[in-house]
């Protein structure tokens, strides 16, 4: 397995950075999943965009062009022979001191990771609980902001093992419904379908966008609005989106069971719309 690590391709067990990364020491850096199906990678373009917005927010200098960027991801697949594959993009503040001081880091590290990953899709749904942990508020740390800090998430992540779940979804300050600890929300009631806006601490997921867009084209109303525990309780489907999860539905929510554990209508038919598009959109790198 080939990893591209600063300018050069290294066998995994030569892929280390430095005990003074502040990537390490500090969690300070940005990072993107991306997804390449069938030699196409989703939303190339999407992915870097978001990295460099991420990076920009935390004044941390890419030292890469965007082109660049796409090149390393693309390079990164060609070297590894994967035409179906989960990548790690991750840019860190790079070497510094023992202080937090970002000055003391002249220059960002780049990482690139690409492993064989077949679509998941058609699982049998799961289980979540509300976790009591709040989503990160905006003016906080801005969940817009996919840094390498994912404690927040991983907090939750753990209440949710604890509680034999599969997933934890966070509420943000204000009690209403943010996001998973690595996927958005959405919920149907009557037809409708509904996700929290970015001001209710999310991220603005790429698969997020995408579905939106399927949606819209195929006629659903669809609209960002903010939600309470109360929507998730009463709505006929929940499904969660991700580069990871892809389109996952919601079998059961804090022990209230959605959809009598089934696959609803509407969740299958926006999954079978991602599943027809999924090796479309994006950048294609094999022929
Ligand atoms: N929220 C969080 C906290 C995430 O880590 C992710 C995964 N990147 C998402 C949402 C979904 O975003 P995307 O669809 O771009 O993978």
């Keep these: 397995m ?66 660049e960027m796409e090149e390393i991801v693309i390079e990164t697949l060609k070297s590894n022979n994967l035409k179906d594959a989960y990548i790690r993009l991750v840019v860190t503040r790079g070497v510094g001191d023992l202080g937090l001081d970002p000055r003391k880091c002249p220059k960002a590290t780049i990482f690139c ?12 749904g799961i289980k979540v609980i509300t976790s009591s942990i709040r989503r990160l508020p905006v003016d906080v740390l801005n969940p817009a902001v996919k840094s390498l800090n994912y404690l927040n998430s991983i907090l939750a992540k753990i209440q949710a093992n604890y509680a034999g779940v599969d997933e934890a979804f966070l509420l943000d300050s204000e009690g209403y419904v943010a996001e998973g600890t690595g996927d958005n929300v959405f919920v149907i009631k009557n037809g409708k379908i509904k996700t929290p806006p970015l001001s209710s601490s999310v991220l603005k997921g790429i698969t997020r966008d995408t579905v939106v867009d399927l949606a819209k084209e195929a006629g659903y109303t669809i609209i960002e609005e903010k939600m309470t525990l109360h929507d998730l309780f009463v709505a006929d489907e929940i499904f969660i989106t991700g580069t ?39 950048k294609k790198y094999i022929e």
């Design 2 to 67: 080939k990893i591209y690590l600063d300018g050069n391709f290294v066998e995994k067990e030569d892929a280390k950075v430095s005990v003074y990364d502040h990537g390490l020491l500090y969690g300070d850096g940005v990072f993107e999943g991306i997804r390449a199906y069938d030699g196409v990678v989703f939303k190339l373009e999407e992915h870097i965009e978001r990295l460099y917005d991420s990076a920009d927010s935390i004044a941390m200098k890419i030292p890469a062009s965007k082109v």
């Design 113 to 124: 990771i690409a492993e064989n990953m077949k679509p998941l899709l058609g699982e049998d």
């Design 244 to 282: 990871a999860a892809e389109l996952i539905h919601v079998v059961e929510i804090d022990g209230r069971i959605i959809n009598n554990g089934k696959l609803g209508p509407v969740t299958k038919d926006l999954s079978d719309r991602f599943k027809e598009i999924r090796s479309k959109i994006g």
